[in-house]
């Protein structure tokens, strides 16, 4: 399978930035990156990757299991993490993410029917000082009360 | 060596090479240390934890399984603090475990269970709900359960390190961690079975085995594999006369406890239904089943009747019987029935490479000699495909002693992932590849040169010269198909070679000229298959076969009669090395008898007399008078191996390369025998494809 | 971008270019500008054992968590080796209540760069990754803005500022898992494996990544170098205390008034850090507890906190300064509850390698969960000390001691609370029994 030219210019970049037959080291991101584009680790990219790295099937195997962000079930459009972790429990965190459960209907690493949303309580997201904090996908946001992802939400709805 | 260093476990000063492992040490000593990850081969983990031992100004536990001993060092290995800390380690162990102990494969012969027994505390603390995962169905052969796995690793490492198949792996994380076979949900690979074996506990079991018996419950017979040439020594687990099982987990042998999947899983064509299991007498052009008593007469009478007219006898031998069998055969043929026609299906040149040593006996490697040597190449042969036991010797001989080999093929082939080089050749241009690897290979103190039927007739002889000419040690090994390939040769299965390759009476004509000649009066075939995809030409011979199942050759028999297989009866083979094991016979198939049996009965009929035929007589027979056989019986009889030595019986020989030719076996297949093993058919993917990365 | 305003009590260096309100990253123009890689250009006229010198002299420790002399870990290196060398720069930042390296990576990229390059040139060495968290992809692109710029500049490359000598640099990303930020976990990771750590020793100085010799340093360690080589070790150690050079920054989170990411001189006084730069504790109500270090710092009472804030000073009090986290908690804060969602935590980032800390950390989070609803016994507070003292120390790496420390540490000091849960529970909870080994 091929991916599109920009990812595919990264991808030729990438594997240079590791040592000759080192390029294996590209594995991770490789899966990441490829995973944005594609909506999961399918087996088409786990096939596609591991020959590209020469690596087997179950080295990638190994590595999809252990990193939380890989995921071979396709997420919501909107992958919404909300983090529970000390400092964000302190200032709200678990309220906020029993909240967001209510809201949009779904529990822990579930998805709403229409696909638009999944969430996830996430451990921490390095945003301790603005706790409590969320991502949208990439997008970090501090400090939410219940309102503020109330609106976000509401907001991202109506991008669709 | 590393000079020697003294350390203090437990009170005694002990002396051991500086770097060794606390817990080689120990052990070295009689001193137990548990462990589960630590597994003496394979790469250090260190993740078990269950080796803490308490080490003088050291202020944590340390590892006994990672820490090099060094000179001074008090190591206190039953300490309070350590007996805490493995007691601590067991009941983190059992937390999660299903302790469904009663109903576990491994029950018996468990290592948690022998750890708990021995180091364990009798209660847990542990009271919430366990962590649970179902039992998953990998390969036909291979069954996962994680909820019992420690993950000791133990079957990760054998499967990379130990083949290089790497068809294993760790995924999620936690308590959730867990193996992952190759491609997710199952397995592709070698099918080996090493992992289940390796195991400490029953997370791996076997598709064969599971459910099936306890181990207790089970009569061992330890011998030696039937299938390809390298001779591994395996344990039948027999229970009710039906072998349930094949390892080798004492480690006797000289495989270790390493069996590929036809050792581990293909002795199910033992109890096929397919056997035979009475003689077949051919009426009115149909074979029926026959008492033995009218099938040997049946025999007899046509082999005293064409012996007496001087008819014209061929006689075909086999390369899985034993030597016992295939020496009686020769004689019976020689002496008994008065032909020189006699052969076998030839798979490497053995006759030409004794010819070319000149009588020079060290020059014949043995399967440790793989292990050990600094240097190997390998001609035309898929190694890891048709000689899985010399292919993993070669690959530990890499891993521990970084030695070095080189590689000669027509295409790719799994050793090319550590050989300091491979080479493409085509057939015929092994040699000119091999001449241009000259400068790397004579860097090399030794070297052995392990070579299939790519080289035969004179470019053997070519072969030994440069390796003559490299002024290194080397050694040979000449590749082979089954597990008495070698064995049939050295006992003078050929027509113009007796045993032990010195001259016959007389030349006689080879299996070929034998299925050509349409004037053949008799073809008498005992366990092989040469009509598979000939036909005989002579119409009217009279065919007598004796074989486990009704094969091509078989089918066109006028008697035949079942043959026990190797499984099932006592004797000797010969490996590729030259290197002789004993068989023990393990289970029980009514209404077979021996080959050897069968052919006493035979020349008890015809009023022969070729001597006692029991395997012990027959064996005392060939250490006597074949040259090479004078083989140390108390290392045979107890399980050993014994490297035969034969030479060039002063013979000048004829080059007959068209004769030699290998069936090309894949780790899957085994000629006949693997087509009646259901395990083997079915486990069998894509060979070839499996290790491509 | 910077969502805190600076305080009179912080001491700037490594933030001292930044504004309030900053409102994009640091480019390469306005950093050459204010001093940028001008430590570069004089540390490409000093000898490595020079550079590594100014390092020790400073005092410089490591910022990621262990607090390891820096300048001696980079004299570990031997130069000499055959060997490629690699700088690798761990911005793994997963110890909860740390937000500090994404606002270097974020602002001022170049600073992090420029300290790769003089470490690089310290060890003789030619190329450097930087191993960003994967949920930072807005940090990771900062980054790579930075590395170009700086590659378009010169300053990377084939032959940095016209030296002759190469030095290459890149991100790569990460993809969710705290055991990663450990040093040898990273490696494994950066190879493209499971964040598994690795057996030590050999440590990384000598086998690191790709086996090769590489220092693994922390985003804040890195980027406190320039000024070290610009004004000389001893003016930097000397903003601190002995043995405790410089500055750091403090991540502020949990119950104050003004939260955030401050830099302060080491052994400034922990109880300044909470009162004044923090503003206090929020809503007027009474510090409970202070967990200083990361949240695999044991807790502090708040008589406990009466001590500079440095890595020695910390130690003595029993706890660490770690990833200069600090954690403040009020008097409403359910410690119970606290502790059993740090056990989840590491429960749910235990790697599983070893056997200790992959079932001790369930373990222990299932009984913390159990008395946080209630349901426990007293047992059960004593087993979640005898557990954690069953892992410590035995773990294959120190993420069962981190898990380990905050569990003893909040059952001795706040042992009460836990009682409590189990006397007001509204759960009926029969003392757990003692099972026995075969149960079906
Ligand atoms: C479980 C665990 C997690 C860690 N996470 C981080 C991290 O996220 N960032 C970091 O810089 N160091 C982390 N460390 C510390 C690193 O192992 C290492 O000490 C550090 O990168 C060295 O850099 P420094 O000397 O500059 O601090 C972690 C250590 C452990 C045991
Ligand atoms: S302590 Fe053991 S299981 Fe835990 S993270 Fe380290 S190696 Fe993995
Ligand atoms: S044997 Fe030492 S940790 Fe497992």
Redesign the interface.
């Known amino acids: 399978m091929t991916f599109s030219p920009e990812l595919e210019a990264k991808f030729a970049k990438m594997v240079q ?3 000759q037959g ?1 390029q ?6 490789m ?3 490829a995973q944005d584009e594609v909506g999961a680790v399918t087996p088409d990219v786990i096939a596609e990757v ?1 020959r590209r ?7 990638v ?10 995921t071979k079930e396709p997420r919501g459009k909107h992958h919404i ?1 909300i983090c ?4 964000c ?3 709200g965190g678990e309220e906020l993410f029993a909240h967001a459960c209510k809201k949009l209907g779904i529990g822990n690493k579930q998805k709403t029917a229409d696909g638009q949303f999944s969430l996830e309580e996430t ?9 409590p904090a969320m ?1 949208v996908n ?3 946001h ?1 400090a939410i009360t219940p309102e503020k992802l109330d609106q976000l939400i509401d907001s991202l709805k109506k991008t669709q | 060596m590393a000079d020697p260093i003294t350390l203090t476990i437990n009170g005694r000063a002990l002396q051991v090479p500086a770097g060794t492992l606390v817990i080689e040490a120990a052990k070295k000593h009689g001193i137990e240390i548990p462990a589960f990850c630590y597994y003496e081969g394979f790469t250090l983990q260190a993740a078990c934890r269950m080796c803490l031992v308490e080490v003088e100004k050291m202020g944590k536990l340390q590892p006994a399984c990672t820490l090099p001993a060094a000179e001074g060092m008090v190591v206190l290995t039953e300490s309070p603090k350590v007996v805490d800390a493995r007691k601590g380690m067991l009941e983190f162990l059992l937390t999660n475990h299903p302790l469904d102990c009663p109903v576990c494969d491994k029950g018996g012969e468990c290592e948690l269970q022998d750890m708990v027994f021995r180091y364990g505390a009798g209660e847990s603390r542990f009271v919430e709900i366990k962590h649970h995962e179902n039992e998953k169905q990998w390969s036909p052969a291979v069954y996962y359960d994680p909820a019992r796995c420690i993950l000791c690793y133990r079957c990760v490492r054998v499967c990379d390190e130990g083949l290089g198949v790497g068809a294993l792996g760790l995924t999620h994380r936690g308590v959730h961690a867990e193996i992952t076979p190759s491609h997710g949900d199952h397995l592709e690979c070698d099918e080996c079975g090493w992992c289940i074996d390796v195991c400490p506990v029953g997370a791996l079991t076997s598709g064969t085995y599971r459910y099936k018996s306890r181990p207790w419950e089970m009569n061992y017979a330890g011998t030696v594999c039937t299938h390809c040439s390298n001779g591994c020594k395996t344990t039948l687990s027999v229970r009710n006369g039906e072998v349930i099982r094949a390892n080798n987990r004492d480690r006797s042998g000289i495989n270790g406890e390493f069996l590929c999947v036809k050792g581990r899983f293909g002795f199910d064509f033992v109890h096929s239904e397919e056997r035979l299991q009475a003689p077949l007498l051919r009426k009115d052009g149909k074979l029926e089943p026959v008492s033995w008593s009218e099938a040997l007469a049946a025999v007899a009478a046509k082999f005293g009747e064409v012996k007496a007219r001087g008819g014209k006898f061929g006689v075909i031998g086999s390369t899985r019987t034993t030597n016992e069998e295939n020496y009686f055969l020769q004689k019976f043929a020689r002496q008994g029935l008065g032909t020189a026609n006699i052969d076998h299906h030839r798979s490497g040149d053995v006759v030409t490479l004794l010819d070319a040593l000149k009588g020079k006996t060290d020059a014949l490697a043995t399967v440790g000699d793989l292990y050990t040597t600094k240097a190997a190449l390998v001609i035309g042969s898929d190694l890891s495909q048709q000689h899985p036991l010399l292919a993993v010797q070669l690959r530990a001989d890499y891993r521990h002693h970084q030695s070095s080999t080189y590689v000669v093929t027509p295409g790719e082939v799994r050793e090319d992932q550590y050989a300091a080089k491979s080479v493409r050749a085509k057939a015929g241009e092994e040699l000119a590849a091999v001449e241009a690897l000259r400068e790397d290979l004579s860097k090399h103190e030794s070297l052995v040169i392990l070579f299939s039927d790519a080289i035969k007739g004179e470019a053997v002889g070519k072969l030994v010269a440069f390796g003559d000419s490299l002024g290194a040690a080397v050694k040979y090994v000449c590749l082979q198909d089954y597990s008495n390939s070698r064995g049939a040769m050295d006992m003078g299965l050929l027509p113009d070679l007796g045993p032990g390759y010195h001259a016959a009476p007389a030349a006689g004509m080879s299996m070929d000229q034998m299925l050509a000649a349409k004037d053949l009066d008799v073809l008498w075939v005992v366990g092989a298959n040469p009509l598979e995809n000939t036909a005989l030409a002579s119409e009217s011979a009279f065919v007598v076969v004796q074989d486990l199942f009704l094969t091509e050759t078989a089918g066109r028999a006028d008697v035949v009669l079942p043959a026990a297989s190797a499984y099932e009866k006592t004797g000797t083979v010969t490996n590729v090395c030259g290197e002789v094991q004993r068989l023990k016979q393990g289970p029980k198939v009514m209404g077979v008898k021996s080959d050897l049996e069968i052919m006493g009965l035979l020349a008890k009929e015809l009023g022969l007399s070729l001597g006692i035929w029991t395997a012990d007589k027959v064996f005392e027979e060939i250490r006597k008078t074949v040259h090479g056989y004078n083989v140390a019986l108390p290392v045979i009889a107890t399980g050993g191996a014994a490297q035969t030595t034969p030479v060039n019986g002063g013979v000048p020989v004829t080059v007959r390369p068209e004769l030699i030719r290998s069936a090309g076996d894949t780790l899957f297949t085994s000629g006949t025998l693997g087509r009646y093993s259901k395990m083997l058919q079915g486990v069998m993917e894509a060979p070839g494809e499996l290790y491509k990365r | 971008m910077l969502l805190n305003k600076p305080h009179p009590l912080e001491v700037k260096v490594l933030t001292r270019r930044y504004e309030y309100p900053q409102k994009e990253a640091i480019g390469v123009d306005e950093y050459v500008a204010k001093e940028g890689y001008e430590a570069l250009k004089k540390a490409l006229d000093m000898t490595p054992e020079a550079i590594i010198d100014e390092v020790k002299k400073s005092s410089l420790r490591g910022r990621g968590g262990a607090g390891f002399p820096t300048g001696l870990k980079w004299s570990f290196v031997d130069r000499k080796s055959p060997k490629p060398k690699y700088i690798v720069v761990n911005a793994d930042e997963g110890e909860p209540g740390t937000c500090k390296d994404r606002i270097i990576l974020e602002h001022e990229g170049h600073r992090l760069i420029e300290g790769c390059l003089i470490a690089g040139r310290a060890i003789g060495s030619n190329r450097g990754w930087i191993y960003i968290r994967g949920e930072y992809r807005t940090q990771i692109e900062a980054m790579d803005r930075a590395i170009a710029e700086a590659y378009a500049r010169g300053y990377l490359g084939d032959n940095v500022m016209g030296s002759g000598w190469a030095f290459h640099l890149s991100t790569h990303t990460g993809a969710g898992s705290y055991e990663c930020g450990e040093e040898s976990a990273l490696l494994e990771s950066l190879e493209g494996k499971r964040g598994n750590p690795r057996l030590k020793p050999p440590f990384p100085a000598t086998s690191g990544a790709f086996q090769c010799p590489t220092i693994v340093n922390n985003v804040e360690t890195y980027s406190a170098v320039p000024d070290i080589i610009l004004k000389g070790g001893d003016w930097y150690a000397a903003l601190g205390t002995p043995k405790n050079g410089g500055t750091r920054l403090v991540c502020l989170s949990g119950h104050l008034v003004t939260p955030g990411v401050y830099e302060v001189p080491l052994g400034i006084p922990l109880m300044t850090i909470i009162n004044e730069i923090g503003g206090g504790v929020w809503k007027g109500r009474k510090l409970k507890a202070v967990i200083p270090g990361g949240s695999s710092s044991p807790v502090l009472r708040p008589e406990e906190c009466d001590i500079p804030a440095d890595y020695d000073s910390l130690a003595k009090a029993g706890s660490m300064l770690g990833s200069g986290a600090t954690m403040v908690l009020d008097e409403t804060t359910d410690m119970v509850k606290l502790m059993a969602r740090i056990m989840k935590f590491y429960a749910h980032e235990s790697c599983g390698w070893c056997i200790p800390c992959r079932e001790g950390t369930a373990w222990l989070a299932k009984i913390l969960a159990r008395l946080d609803e209630g349901a426990g016994t007293k047992k059960d507070i004593d087993m979640v000390d005898e557990l954690a003292q069953g892992m410590m120390g035995r773990t294959f790496c120190a993420l069962g001691d981190a898990a380990a420390m905050p569990a003893m540490s909040f059952v001795k000091k706040f042992r009460g609370e836990f009682e409590a849960k189990i006397a007001n529970a509204k759960v009926y909870m029969p003392a757990p029994q003692t099972q026995p080994l075969v149960v079906l």
Do not use: H
């Open positions: 930035q590791y040592p080192r294996k080291g590209a594995l991770i991101p899966l990441l990156f591991a790295l020469s690596v087997k099937p179950v080295e195997e190994e590595v999809i299991g252990y990193y939380t962000m890989l993490q529970t972790n000390v400092s429990m302190l200032t451990e921490c997201l390095g945003a301790c000082s603005w706790a991502l990439y997008d970090f501090f």
